[in-house]
């Protein structure tokens, strides 16, 4: 069965850094792009980074350039989000999304892990 | 990247039709046969309902339906069911693997 499980999230304070995981399992994860999407409390649902399959592009939001870096270990069938200088904007329920290559939509989510940004 | 515009709220009545909009511009919704519709029960995971602005996944009933002019796409629920109450967002391919959601609808069954 397809699975992504995210961990990793908590709280931290402003300024700080954070590590968010996502194991893959019952696909071929060096196969598909990977993306992060995030959702603030009362908030919709906001794109945050794309990796691609073989880990040769990644693309970001405007709001986190510079600060967040996506990666993954197709060995390991995990995918990242490094988080520095995190700020209270960023917030959110964190998920991974599956996307199969350039098909423009997301066909498998996981659960989500909660970051919270506070002093 | 300005999220695109969805009402916040539809409701309908058992087996009634709704719809639910969401606009964009010429550099998301309009420039790309990209829209896709995301289904949230609270406390659940996003399930894609609708993709490629018309086309069902397996298993997704033919009570959902997309359809998209100019700057605006549509999701059309019909036969309005009791499960079908949750939040939905749709989701525009935007260029350059960027990606931009609506802000989100509440459906609530009456």
């Known amino acids: 069965q397809v699975h992504l499980v995210e961990s990793g999230g908590g709280v931290v304070q402003p300024g700080r850094s954070l590590r968010l995981s996502c194991a893959a399992s019952g696909f071929t994860f060096s196969s598909y792009s990977m993306h992060w999407v995030r959702q603030a409390p009362g908030k919709g649902l906001e794109w945050v980074a794309i990796?691609?399959?073989?880990?040769?592009?990644?693309y970001y939001v405007d709001s986190v350039k510079g600060r967040f870096t996506i990666s993954r270990d197709n060995s390991k069938n995990t995918l990242y989000l490094q988080m520095n200088s995190l700020r209270a904007e960023d917030m959110a329920v964190y998920y991974c999304a599956r996307e199969e290559l350039e098909r423009r939509f997301f066909d498998i989510w996981g659960q989500g892990t909660m970051v919270t940004v506070s002093s | 990247q300005s999220a695109l515009t969805q009402p916040a709220s539809v409701s309908g009545s058992p087996g009634q039709s709704i719809t639910i909009s969401c606009t964009g511009t010429?550099?998301?919704?309009?420039?790309?046969?990209?829209v896709s519709w995301y289904q949230r029960h609270p406390g659940k995971a996003p399930k894609v309902m609708i993709y490629d602005v018309s086309k069902r996944p397996s298993g997704i009933s033919n009570r959902f339906s997309g359809s998209k002019s100019g700057n605006t796409a549509s999701l059309t629920i019909s036969g309005l069911q009791a499960e079908d109450e949750a939040d939905y967002y749709c989701c525009s391919y935007a260029g350059s693997s960027n990606y931009v959601f609506g802000s989100g609808t509440k459906v609530t069954v009456l």
């Open positions: 010429s550099s998301d919704v309009g420039g790309y046969n990209y």
């Open positions: 990796m691609w399959y073989d880990g040769s592009h990644m």
